[in-house]
């Protein structure tokens, strides 16, 4: 199993270093053909605006979008998050509105630009994750089908989740923590073989579905 980590800008050696540790193959993703073969995407923290522009520069955007569609694990953490989210309040238009939510960009102000934080994360685990917050967005509106995995002490959300897209405000990775990689890893399994019982259903449009080239046209 191979989950690619998209490598255009930003903190994406971190993510691979962690994925690495937990003896999962990460792919750095600059081209659409890095994308073939991989069963979910983390999309690191860095600059959105550098990384929307990286995304349609090199064609990836619908690439990206139909991993997703096809249920593939999404994990965005900081710029990542704003890149999945539908709406981004500062104006700029989305990326991958796979996420009903809300972001503001750099919420937290300048004096306190970066800072580190514990949270309990139920999904996870019972210890606390720490994580850092590096220029970071909070989530303002929250859809009906998104849940919340993680708030702020003073009650911002910080994690969410809708089906198969995950997104953290801060860095897991910069931290030492690796359960948010870990449960990526669980969700691109079982997007390799969805378990019986599951509904048994095959993922219709994958790979068996593009291996036949539509030859003679
Ligand atoms: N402030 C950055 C942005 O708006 C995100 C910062 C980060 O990813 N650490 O894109």
């Given at each position: 199993m191979r989950i690619g980590v998209l490598a255009l800008q930003g903190a994406f050696i971190e993510h691979l270093d962690v994925l690495r540790g937990l003896g999962v193959e990460g792919v750095p993703?600059?081209?659409p053909a890095?994308?073939?073969g991989v069963s979910g995407l983390i999309l690191p923290g860095g600059e959105s605006t550098t990384m929307r522009k990286l995304?349609?520069?090199?064609?990836?955007?619908?690439p990206i979008l139909e991993l997703a569609r096809q249920g593939a694990p999404l994990f965005g953490t900081c710029a990542g998050m704003i890149l999945l989210s539908k709406e981004i309040l500062d104006g700029d238009e989305p990326v991958f509105p796979l996420l009903d939510i809300a972001v503001k960009r750099n919420?937290?102000?300048?004096?306190?630009d970066s800072f580190e934080a514990e949270m309990d994360v139920p999904l996870v685990g019972?210890?606390?994750v720490h994580g850092v917050f590096i220029r970071a967005p909070t989530v303002e509106r929250v859809g009906p089908d998104?849940?919340?995995l993680a708030r702020l002490d003073n009650g911002r959300v910080v994690a969410v989740r809708q089906r198969n897209v995950i997104a953290t405000a801060f860095h897991p990775e910069l931290a030492g923590e690796t359960r948010f990689h870990r449960l990526v890893a669980t969700m691109a399994s079982e997007f390799?073989?969805?378990r019986e019982g599951a509904g048994r259903r095959r993922?219709?449009?994958?790979?068996?579905?593009?291996?036949?080239p539509e030859g003679g046209r």
């Open positions: 993703v600059r081209l890095d994308l073939e995304i349609d520069r090199w064609g990836l955007h619908e919420a937290f102000g300048r004096q306190v019972d210890t606390p998104v849940d919340v390799d073989e969805p993922h219709p449009t994958r790979r068996t579905a593009k291996a036949h």
